[in-house]
């Protein structure tokens, strides 16, 4: 154990079923530090989150977190919701690190996403290492998080600009064919361009690979030296640009000041999750196959629960 101290923070909604477990994980996978706080802001839950963030509280000292209620009506679109929690986490921060004076804040997605996290892991990040500012996480059995990610050759654009460009390429006058041979090809069309746009780019890094310095990553946990998060915070780089994910905004701020950002291919959070198990196309059918009868998919939750995936 260091003398060093480390924040938590993260923005929780609709996880009560795997919170509890998932915050242990993540605490005890930073038993290295010496003390560790929690702040986590949690918005349009349905089901009974804030019951679950009311027993964290009483469980662990120096963990605190806020209730906003609703803010689906007023910010419709959900990375705008979750830009505008990420960004109250980042005030929070800044209010309190004169006192607190953290070593390092951990990001962390608290939904599943960290059921594999560890203490080795999370040491691997500070042993014989490339000087890094900030590092992010790895999945055993494909790096799922495009969306999030940057690199010059691996991603370097919006994954979904990208699945955009190979549907354009579908001739959907084929689903709209009476011809069930025609309606079959459309469908493996349809498949092929979600696997050249997104699944085949879902890499698999071995845990002895070399650190992989990158423009913009997340995976569910980030480990960010705190100067980089009083100096930026999650607000869009450019209203007139496609969409991107709130760490890519941020992350591209944190490369124009010349911090060093990094997946770090030892810090495996997960393995199979609900993104990456569609590089499988057996999955992949069987999710089509769910998307378009909805009486199956509703018999399936009821007695499986529910699934997502890009």
């Not at 025609?182 to 069309?189: D, P, R, S, V, Y």
């Amino acid at each position: 154990m260091t003398k060093e101290s480390v924040l938590i923070v993260g923005t929780v909604s609709n996880v009560s079923n795997v919170l509890i477990k998932e915050f242990e994980k993540v605490f005890k996978s930073l038993s290295r530090f010496n003390a560790i706080s929690t702040y986590l802001i949690e918005s349009d839950s349905t089901d009974n989150t804030k019951e679950v963030l009311g027993e964290l509280k009483r469980m662990y000292s120096n963990f605190e977190y806020v209730e906003l209620g609703t803010l689906k009506n007023s910010i419709p679109n959900r990375i705008e919701r979750i830009r505008f929690c990420r960004n109250l986490y980042i005030k929070f921060i800044r209010k309190k690190i004169v006192l607190e004076q953290w070593d390092y804040i951990v990001v962390a997605d608290l939904d599943g996403m960290n059921s594999k996290l560890t203490p080795d892991a999370v040491n691997s990040c500070f042993e014989d290492t490339p000087n890094w500012d900030a590092c992010f996480a790895n999945q055993k059995y494909g790096y799922y998080d495009l969306y999030a990610l940057r690199h010059p050759e691996w991603m370097p654009d919006n994954c979904f600009d990208d699945l955009a460009k190979e549907n354009a390429k579908i001739p959907f006058k084929y689903f709209e064919s009476s011809n069930l041979f025609l309606k079959i090809m459309a469908l493996f069309i349809f498949d092929r361009a979600r696997k050249v746009a997104i699944y085949d780019k879902m890499k698999i890094l071995g845990i002895n690979s070399e650190w992989i310095k990158v423009q913009s990553a997340f995976g569910g946990l980030g480990i960010y030296k705190p100067k980089l998060l009083i100096e930026c915070n999650y607000d869009r780089v450019s209203v007139s640009q496609s969409l991107a994910s709130e760490h890519v905004d941020i992350n591209a701020k944190l490369i124009s000041k010349g911090y060093s950002l990094f997946i770090n291919p030892n810090l495996i959070n997960s393995h199979w999750n609900t993104y990456n198990v569609n590089r499988l196309f057996i999955i992949r059918q069987i999710r089509n196959f769910l998307r378009t009868n909805p009486n199956f998919r509703k018999l399936v939750k009821r007695f499986f629960g529910g699934g997502g995936g890009i």
